[in-house]
T-cell receptor
C-alpha cells in the first residue's frame, strides 16, 4: 500500500502565478516531511522540510504547509518561474525511522 | 566538494549478466541509501545502511545485494540481471536521521 501519495502526476501554471503541489500520507507516525526537486538526468535536490511540531515553513519563494489532522502536506511556490519546471517529490519519515519514503512525484511546468 | 559520486552513469546489460553499481560520498555522512526510480512509481528504497557496518532491506530488495565497504562507499550488486531491473538508480547519503539526503546523479541501467 502506498503510504505517501501525490495525486497529481502533472501541473501546469503561468509564470508569476502560484504553484501548489500536494501530498497525502496515511501514517500518523510520520513526523518529518521534505520536498525534493528533480531535473531530467540529475539526482533529486533538497528543497525544504518541516517537522510535525510546526504547520508552516518558508524559504524564499517556497513555503511548505502541514495539516496533521488531514495528513496533508503542500508546497507553495510564489511567484513561479520557468526554471521551477521539474519533478517534485514529497518525502516522509517516521519518528523512529531511519529512511525516507517518497511519493510518486508531480511534474510541474511553468509556462513563460 | 564532489558530494555523492555514482559510477557508471549508463550501462546496458544482457539478461543474466551481473554488475556492481558504485557509490562514494565525501561528506562524512553516516547513512547511505540505494533507490530506484521508475515512471509513475517515485523513488523506491532498495537497501540502506544506517551506519558503517550495518545494512537493511528496503521496499524492493529482491535481486540485489549491497556492501557498505567503509564509511564512504556503498555498492549495489545485481547478481543476475533481469529486464524488470531496467531503471534509474540513485545513491543518497545523509549525516543523520533528521537531515535531508544528498543524492548522486544516477545510473541509467537497461537490461535487454
Amino acid at each position: 500500500d502506498q503510504q505517501v501519495k501525490q495525486n497529481s502526476p502533472s501541473l501546469s501554471v503561468q509564470e508569476g502565478r502560484i504553484s501548489i503541489l500536494n501530498c497525502d500520507y496515511t501514517n500518523s507516525m510520520f513526523d518529518y516531511f521534505l520536498w525534493y526537486k528533480k531535473y531530467p538526468a540529475e539526482g533529486p535536490t533538497f528543497l525544504i522540510s518541516i517537522s510535525s511540531i510546526k504547520d508552516k515553513n518558508e524559504d524564499g519563494r517556497f513555503t511548505v504547509f502541514l495539516n496533521k489532522s488531514a495528513k496533508h502536506l503542500s508546497l507553495h511556490i510564489v511567484p513561479s518561474q520557468p526554471g521551477d519546471s521539474a519533478v517534485y517529490f514529497c518525502a516522509v519519515q517516521e519518528t523512529s525511522g531511519s529512511r525516507l519514503t517518497f511519493g510518486e512525484g508531480t511534474q510541474l511546468t511553468v509556462n513563460p | 566538494n564532489a558530494g555523492v559520486t555514482q559510477t557508471p552513469k549508463f550501462q546496458v546489460l544482457k539478461t543474466g549478466q551481473s554488475m556492481t553499481l558504485q557509490c562514494a560520498q565525501d561528506m562524512n555522512h553516516n547513512s547511505m541509501y540505494w533507490y530506484r526510480q521508475d515512471p509513475g512509481m517515485g523513488l523506491r528504497l532498495i537497501y540502506y545502511s544506517a551506519s558503517e557496518g550495518t545494512t537493511d532491506k528496503g521496499e524492493v530488495p529482491n535481486g540485489y545485494n549491497v556492501s557498505r565497504l567503509n564509511k564512504r562507499e556503498f555498492s549495489l550488486r545485481l547478481e543476475s540481471a533481469a529486464p524488470s531491473q531496467t531503471s534509474v538508480y540513485f545513491c543518497a547519503s545523509r549525516l543523520g536521521v533528521r537531515y535531508s539526503y544528498t543524492f548522486g546523479s544516477g545510473t541509467r541501467l537497461t537490461v535487454v
